[in-house]
């Protein structure tokens, strides 16, 4: 009987699947095992809180309150006729210079004309009756009664005819000073009668805003002091403040203050005005945008600097704010580098990278 070559030996697959899983475990762990020492680097440095930074630098800062007040000037006149009359004649155009007692407007005057016609008559014969009254009684023939009534009669028509003279001058409205004629209220021909004014005369040589400050503001402003005035459609104008009230309304709490304004201004008056005054200024300070500087629940402000690598939580002590800039009074020197974007997501003691700038 012929002998068979024995069949070669198989693995079975379910031991071949056994073979290999160990074989892939092998794999990956020599793989992990490779890469592990660059993974937690690689995290930690992803981990950083990336900020960005300012440095403190010292420098000028000034701080200023507005209000709000109207210009004005003591010479304007709101001329009146002295008696009623109707008017005859308007002898200078509005927006005229005038100089003191130029002849603006002319009333009539023919009723006062005929009355002083009458009282030159009456006087000139008071006149002749007074000069035989005294001879008379110079040569002691007339009477002291008869002398003295003439007398009385003369002194008391002259003095009525100076009057009538006097009013007919008044029928000749003139500048009360210097200025300009802003305005003629009536026509020829209209009844000119008090209280209607007649014209309108402006000096402008002389003019200021008066304004009133909160009596909180008692302390900061004072006559001399410098200040700024805005108007609108004129360019800023430095000028100081004439005059502090020395009295507060008590309605308002308010102080009365008058500033004055250049010669050779185009303010006009009732015009609004807005006048800037400098309460603190500072040749050297800190300051920081208001925007960066936070608060705790316990209301004290602070901001991070960053020292070394670390965002280090840093109180400080703040002043005024000015132009968006917030006077630091402690906590912050120059040179310190104070965290401006990213304070937000950093914890104290927090290390932290710089933004590239």
């Given at each position: ?312 939580k840093q109180p400080i002590e703040t002043g005024v704010v000015s132009d968006g800039l917030l006077l630091i009074e402690s906590g912050l020197k120059p040179g310190d580098r104070v965290i401006d974007r990213g304070a937000a997501r950093v914890v104290d003691g927090e290390r932290v990278t710089l933004i590239e700038s």
């Amino acid at each position: 009987m012929a002998h068979r070559p024995a069949a070669p030996h198989r693995i079975q697959p379910k031991t071949m699947k056994k073979t290999l899983i160990p074989l892939g475990l092998v794999a990956i762990a020599l793989l992990a095992r490779c890469g592990a020492p660059a993974e937690p680097v690689a995290v930690e440095a992803n981990r950083l809180t990336r900020v960005g930074v300012q440095t403190v630098e010292a420098a000028p800062f000034s701080h200023s309150f507005a209000v709000q007040g109207n210009v004005q000037t003591d010479r304007i006149a709101n001329v009146l006729a002295a008696f009623p009359g109707v008017v005859r004649e308007v002898l200078v155009e509005e927006g005229t210079k005038v100089s003191e007692g130029t002849a603006l407007v002319r009333i009539d005057t023919d009723v006062l004309a005929k009355q002083r016609a009458e009282l030159v008559t009456q006087m000139e014969l008071a006149e002749t009756l007074f000069e035989r009254a005294e001879r008379l009684w110079n040569k002691e023939i007339g009477s002291e009664v008869d002398y003295l009534q003439a007398k009385t009669s003369l002194e008391a028509l002259r003095r009525s005819l100076a009057t009538l003279d006097e009013q007919i001058d008044q029928a000749i409205i003139r500048a009360p000073f210097s200025g300009v004629l802003d305005r003629v209220f009536v026509n020829v021909g209209e009844m000119a009668a008090p209280p209607m004014p007649v014209v309108r005369v402006v000096d402008l040589s002389d003019l200021y805003v008066r304004a009133s400050v909160s009596d909180h503001y008692a302390g900061s402003v004072s006559a001399g002091q410098q200040v700024r005035v805005e108007a609108r459609g004129l360019a800023p104008m430095e000028s100081q403040i004439r005059r502090v009230g020395q009295y507060i309304e008590a309605a308002n709490r308010t102080i009365d203050l008058t500033v004055d304004l250049p010669a050779g201004t185009r303010a006009l008056p009732n015009m609004v005005a807005t006048v800037h005054i400098t309460d603190l200024a500072l040749d050297s300070a800190v300051a920081l945008p208001s925007a960066i500087v936070q608060q705790d629940a316990n209301g004290q402000e602070y901001v991070y600097v960053v020292r070394g690598d670390e965002a280090t939580k840093q109180p400080i002590e703040t002043g005024v704010v000015s132009d968006g800039l917030l006077l630091i009074e402690s906590g912050l020197k120059p040179g310190d580098r104070v965290i401006d974007r990213g304070a937000a997501r950093v914890v104290d003691g927090e290390r932290v990278t710089l933004i590239e700038s």
